[in-house]
């Protein structure tokens, strides 16, 4: 199925030549906030509600987000490469266009060269999608349709398309019917089974009890168009995993630094800006 889209200085005396200016506060830029993971194909979770790409915390070799309950979300993903990409995509361990026990050998979205799209729900036809919104366990449409194993995942799994077949050589009639082309167009197609099964044994790491799940929300219009796509192996060409779960559930797993606890503000000996820096001023009158 294919979607389409988608510092003002203060005088001093020159007789004093111990008296010197403030010298100019350095800036100290934070490091960018990365939001996008992929090598062929980008991918970032979108908070529709703000419109803004949630930040990926890198943890012991994964990649995390953090939700907020209620919020809806996309997944955004941007077609690196000048050629089309599959992208097989599932959500809780469900593939999001059919919601079953996600393979990597099932359909997923076709994205031309270069092109983006945002993916904001589950598919319930060619012009309507459920939207996905973060939700609690018990409510997260894995949940409800009893496969609550793998809620708190995302996954994409990308191939490469097959270079069209050269047309086959001139043959006799009885030549046409075994020409090799034909077979190894058969044999592209097959899915590999070490591979799916691989997938259906991965398992998350322990840790403690997901908090956040995704849900089955409102219906929402997002018509898409189909297309045959032919991979160019069984295998997929790149594999996407990012987590998600509550904010305090990732502070408990040390994915993002637990805060700082508030300390009452210490008496200051140089309390004022540069910009009010000066001569001693002298105190109002008496009364």
Known sequence: MKRRHFAASAALATLAPWLAAPA?????????????????????????DSGRELPLHFHEGEYWVAGRPG??????????????????????????????????????????????????????????????????PGDAYATRTGRPEHLGVIGLALFRERAPLPPPAVASRS?????????????????????????????APAGPAPQLGT????????????????????????????????????????????????RPQAPQPFPASPSEMGYVPDPPPRR
Not at 28 to 46: E, F, K, N
Not at 179 to 197: F, I, L, V
């Open 24 to 48: 100019p506060a350095r800036s100290l830029m934070p490091p960018p906030i990365r939001t996008r993971t992929g090598r062929l194909m980008q991918l970032s979770v979108l908070d529709r």
């Open 71 to 136: 919020a809806r979300y996309a997944l955004r993903v941007h077609n690196l490469q000048g050629e089309r990409l599959l992208a097989v995509m599932s959500v809780d361990g469900l593939n999001v266009l059919t919601g079953q026990r996600a393979s990597v050998d099932q359909g997923g979205y076709v994205l031309d060269g270069g092109e983006r799209a945002d993916v904001a729900g589950w598919r319930k036809s060619d012009d309507q999608i459920a939207a996905f919104e973060f939700t609690a």
């Open 175 to 203: 030549e046409e019917a075994r020409a090799p082309w034909a077979a190894d167009a058969a044999r592209a197609e097959a899915p590999a089974a070490s591979t799916a099964r691989q997938a259906e044994r991965s398992r």
């Open 215 to 262: 849900g089955h929300g409102a219906r929402e219009h997002a018509p898409v168009s189909r297309t045959q796509f032919t991979r160019a192996q069984s295998r997929p060409d790149e594999l996407i995993r990012v987590r998600y779960d509550s904010r305090e559930n990732l502070i408990a797993r040390g994915v993002i630094p637990a805060p700082r606890p508030s």
